[in-house]
């Protein structure tokens, strides 16, 4: 069973809802050097290595944005933990019971799902030398899952917040470095990424 599911809920927003896709707001980079680069795994280095030291650095910077929004997204703005077409995320708890919850909750929930994981030295060992658990690729894989979720409610549910704090070159720079970084590794379905997929054409990807 798959931990994060996802369903249709109310009827899409017209494609002229998506301020995001904006050429005036596209074009708006922290920086205009090609990223790239910097998503590819460097000569010598070990590929589990990269990943995690990657997703430490991802996992902070996501926070980041996450906590600059929290007096926006409360359970009164965002009820449901939405996407990119009203994209609905339910969250998959322990006992496996699926749980439609407020945004808030669920990537409270996320975070602090991302954040055992970092801290539990038998999945992320920190120590030179130690050996990466088998299936931890898979476990990477759920991680970028619910860091795109994030940036993907970011992005529809909270730019215009985004705009108001000046964020959104951040949030585009971010958002760019994140899916290079997730397609150079395949930690991602083009199905996961698909309610985005316009803006990562957008985005010159
Ligand atoms: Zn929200």
Redesign the pocket.
């Known amino acids: 069973t798959h931990a994060f599911t996802r369903g249709r809920a109310t009827p899409p927003r017209e494609p002229l809802e998506r301020p995001y896709l904006q050429q005036q707001y596209v074009s708006q980079r922290i920086t205009h050097t090609d990223v790239t680069p910097l998503a590819a795994l460097p000569p010598g280095v070990d590929r589990a290595e990269w990943l995690a030291s990657n997703t430490v650095a991802f996992f902070k910077n996501i926070n980041l944005f996450f906590s600059a929004?929290s007096e926006?997204?409360?359970p009164s703005?965002?009820p449901t933990?939405c996407g990119p077409g009203n994209t609905v995320y339910f969250w998959t708890d322990d006992h496996g019971r699926k749980l439609k919850c407020s945004?808030?909750l669920y990537?409270d929930y996320a975070m602090s799902y991302v954040q055992d994981l970092l801290t539990d030295e038998d999945v992320f060992p920190t120590k030179a030398g130690s050996v990466f658990p088998t299936g931890f690729i898979f476990l990477v894989q759920k991680v970028f899952l619910l860091f795109f979720r994030t940036l993907a409610?970011?992005y529809w549910?909270?730019y215009k917040e985004m705009l108001v704090l000046g964020l959104h070159p951040h949030l585009n720079t971010l958002f760019t470095h994140l899916t290079l970084f997730c397609r150079q590794h395949a930690l991602l379905e083009l199905e996961d990424t698909e309610p985005l997929q316009d803006l990562i054409t957008a985005l010159g990807q």
Request: aromatic letters at 14%; proline letters at 7%; a neutral charge.
């Open positions: 929004l926006f997204c409360t703005t965002c933990a945004a808030p990537f409610h970011i549910s909270h």
